[in-house]
């Protein structure tokens, strides 16, 4: 997707600082409040093999498909479902730390919607290599299986806020680790894919330019802030769904435990 100047330079300039700075403030404050994961159980965040494979198969295909395309296209891998993926392949083979591991995890519950997004509202217009469209939906729809794979494996925890974190009730720590969702987000795309956009010519993202959206409800000079409005909603909404489901799954296995005990 080659980008146009739809906003001027200086627009460029004033979001880039003004989102950045908001974005590192947030991370700084929140990051040190969040639940902290138990050292002693370092290793059940290990991937499972099955995540492994499907991972590092996945994620060879897409560099292949933006390796041979037009020129730029490896940018691509900045677009969110992408990341999502690079995210996935660091978890499986990069050395974190317990915390740093256990961020990342949290990360793909409320990022889970972009790839219901994406599948919901294909934008194929660049893909043209031998099936890569197929392999387009495919690797979209593994976005979404994984997330629940993992949250049965429990490599995943949708309530982990109920740990409590670093001080604050129920409600506080979700929202934390919301708010840290969209802070991560915003900083990518405007700390790097912007940057990046603009250097070599490739719409990140849809960073310069709006995508097509029925009603061009998504355009003006102001899609970028609507476009973060749009994202920080849905973020809540994925997060609050899984949330509620693990929470209403929690309660009913509960019930079933005290009524074994009592017969």
Same mark, same amino acid.
């Given at each position: 997707?080659?980008?146009s100047?739809?906003?001027?330079?200086e627009?460029?300039? !004033?979001?880039?600082?003004? !989102? !950045?700075?908001? #974005?590192v403030?947030?991370?700084?404050?929140?990051q040190?409040r969040?639940?902290?994961?138990p050292?002693?159980?370092?290793n059940?965040?290990?991937?499972?093999? =099955?995540i492994k494979v *499907?991972? #590092?198969?996945?994620?060879?295909? &897409? =560099?292949?498909?933006?390796?041979?395309g037009?020129?730029g296209?490896i940018l691509?891998?900045g677009m969110?479902?992408?990341?999502?993926w690079? *995210?996935?392949?660091i978890l499986?083979?990069?050395? =974190?730390?317990?915390? /740093?591991?256990?961020?990342?995890?949290?990360?793909?519950?409320?990022?889970s919607i972009?790839?219901?997004?994406?599948?919901?509202?294909?934008?194929?217009?660049?893909?043209t290599m031998?099936?890569?469209?197929?392999?387009?939906f495919?690797?979209?729809y593994?976005?979404?299986?994984?997330?629940?794979?993992l949250l049965y494996c429990?490599?995943? #925890? /949708?309530l982990?806020?109920?740990?409590g974190?670093?001080?604050?009730?129920?409600?506080?720590?979700f929202?934390?680790?919301?708010?840290? /969702?969209c802070a991560?987000f915003?900083?990518f795309y405007?700390? *790097?894919?912007?940057?990046?956009?603009?250097?070599?010519?490739i719409?990140?993202?849809?960073?310069?330019?709006?995508?097509?959206?029925?009603g061009?409800?998504l355009?003006?000079?102001?899609?970028?802030?609507v476009?973060i409005?749009?994202?920080?909603?849905?973020?809540?909404?994925s &997060?609050l =769904?899984?949330?509620?489901?693990?929470?209403?799954?929690?309660?009913?296995?509960c019930?079933?435990?005290? #009524?074994k005990?009592?017969?």
């Amino acid at each position: 997707m080659v980008a146009s100047w739809y906003l001027p330079p200086e627009r460029h300039v !004033v979001e880039y600082v003004i !989102v !950045v700075l908001i #974005s590192v403030f947030l991370i700084r404050i929140i990051q040190p409040r969040l639940t902290r994961y138990p050292k002693e159980k370092a290793n059940d965040l290990n991937p499972p093999l =099955l995540i492994k494979v *499907i991972t #590092s198969i996945i994620y060879t295909c &897409q =560099l292949i498909y933006k390796l041979n395309g037009y020129p730029g296209k490896i940018l691509m891998m900045g677009m969110p479902c992408n990341v999502l993926w690079t *995210i996935y392949m660091i978890l499986c083979y990069l050395p =974190l730390r317990t915390q /740093a591991m256990h961020i990342l995890y949290q990360l793909l519950i409320p990022y889970s919607i972009l790839a219901i997004v994406a599948v919901a509202t294909p934008d194929t217009s660049d893909i043209t290599m031998w099936m890569e469209i197929p392999f387009f939906f495919v690797m979209h729809y593994a976005l979404i299986t994984l997330p629940i794979y993992l949250l049965y494996c429990g490599k995943i #925890s /949708a309530l982990s806020f109920l740990q409590g974190g670093n001080g604050g009730g129920i409600l506080l720590n979700f929202l934390r680790w919301w708010v840290l /969702a969209c802070a991560y987000f915003a900083l990518f795309y405007f700390g *790097i894919a912007v940057p990046l956009s603009l250097r070599y010519g490739i719409n990140i993202n849809y960073m310069l330019s709006p995508p097509p959206t029925p009603g061009d409800f998504l355009s003006g000079p102001n899609f970028r802030l609507v476009s973060i409005v749009a994202c920080a909603v849905a973020f809540f909404l994925s &997060q609050l =769904l899984i949330t509620s489901a693990a929470m209403i799954l929690q309660i009913w296995t509960c019930k079933i435990a005290t #009524s074994k005990k009592s017969v």
